[in-house]
Nanobody
Framework: QVQLSESGGGLVQAGGSLRLSCADS????????MGWFRQAPGKEREFVAA????????LYGDSVKGRFTISRDNAKNTVYLQMTSLKPEDTAIYYC??????????????????WGQGTQVTVSS
């Protein structure tokens, strides 16, 4: 069973940085590809980044390429999202997701089986 818990959100000024963490309390973290999505008020859920179970492959949404970095530490059952050069339009609730490693990673929200509760990121101008 996968149980995801995000942390690290908060308020930051434009141009600043934040690192989000997502911990899995289960024992099978390395069996899953992991992803991050975000949702701003009144908008659809948007793909941010994904990483394969080994960390060998990553995928990024166009709006965050070059600014955000996804990584994972399987020994700590944790996936990270390092966010730099933050913009007000990055303001959203950020969700951690997981899907079985045998199916790879995807940018489609419906392709993920497990979701965390989300953490709020607010970027002020």
């Amino acid at each position: 069973q996968v149980q995801l818990s995000e942390s690290g959100g908060g308020l930051v000024q434009a141009g600043g940085s934040l690192r989000l963490s997502c911990a899995d309390s289960g024992r099978t973290f390395s069996n899953y590809g992991m992803g991050w999505f975000r949702q701003a008020p009144g908008k659809e859920r948007e793909f941010v980044a994904a990483i394969t179970w080994s960390g060998g492959n990553t995928l990024y949404g166009d709006s965050v390429k070059g600014r955000f970095t996804i990584s994972r530490d399987n020994a700590k059952n944790t996936v990270y999202l390092q966010m730099t050069s933050l913009k007000p339009e990055d303001t959203a609730i950020y969700y951690c997701t997981a899907r079985p490693r045998r199916v790879g990673i995807t940018s489609t929200p419906g392709g993920y089986n497990y979701w965390g509760q989300g953490t709020q990121v607010t970027v002020s101008s």
